[in-house]
């Protein structure tokens, strides 16, 4: 049976992600409990305030497993939606630094048709005046 899930790519991929996740943290619970956040990236791992978020993950998550399990799928969540977000947002400025520069290009183009138009003006102008 084939189940419809949403009418991009975009919610198709985010569905299965969502999927996967969800199988590999209730197949591996204890994995997940202990090193939650260990799933994302760490920017600077000698920063401190990483750190000292990293030494409190063990007692988040003996203190509420559940919810450090949902919380984590939530940041997952989250970063995931960043960084499509982030890919759109550069294929825009791609498009757009493209689209300024055959604009750019055509406008310069389109000067130096009107100057040689204006000096080939100038040149019959001077002709006729003599």
Known sequence: MTQVIGH???????????????????????????????????????????RDRMANVATVASLDPVGALRTTTWCLDALYRLQIFQSQATAQLVDQAQALHLTVQLRGEQLREASDELESRGALITQLES
């Open 8 to 50: 991009r790519l975009l919610d198709i991929w985010e569905a299965t992600a969502m999927r996967a996740m969800i199988t590999f943290c209730s197949q591996h619970p204890l994995e997940v409990l202990v090193s939650a956040f260990g799933l994302f990236p760490a920017h600077d791992p000698a920063d401190p305030l990483w």
